[in-house]
């Protein structure tokens, strides 16, 4: 299964980064993404980074938090800055099947447990 690590506590406009160990669920030419949950709240796709190495990201994270993947070391990051307490939540990165980012996440995706992110103002 998937283990992140890297949650934590900080102040806003702070940053952190989350890790992924994907292995041996990474797939280096398929979807692989992060998401999050708050208490009370749906999960939201949080970014994503397809086969071709393509990131998106929600608009509420845009231009703060940066997807990427060490294929080296099976795992996948979200590098977190400018942080709110908004971002406050759980977050999850996932595996997919498929070398293109579906509209969501599948039956067939591997989840990590989560790692919990609390950004206090």
């Known amino acids: 299964h998937l283990v992140e690590s890297g949650g934590g506590s900080v102040q806003a406009g702070g940053s952190l980064r989350l890790s992924c160990a994907a292995s041996p669920y990474f797939y280096a030419r398929y979807c692989m993404g992060w998401f999050r949950q708050a208490p009370g709240k749906e999960r939201e796709g949080v970014a994503h980074?397809?086969?071709?190495?393509?990131?998106t990201y929600a608009d509420s994270v845009k231009g703060r938090f940066t997807i990427s993947k060490d294929e080296a070391k099976d795992t996948l990051y979200l590098q977190m800055n400018s942080l709110r307490p908004e971002d406050t939540a759980k977050y999850y990165c996932?595996?997919?099947?498929?070398?293109?980012?579906?509209?969501?996440?599948?039956?067939?995706?591997?989840w990590g447990q989560g790692t919990q992110v609390t950004v206090s103002s």
């Open positions: 980074i397809d086969g071709a190495n393509v990131a």
């Open positions: 996932t595996t997919y099947r498929s070398y293109y980012c579906p509209a969501g996440p599948t039956r067939d995706n591997n």
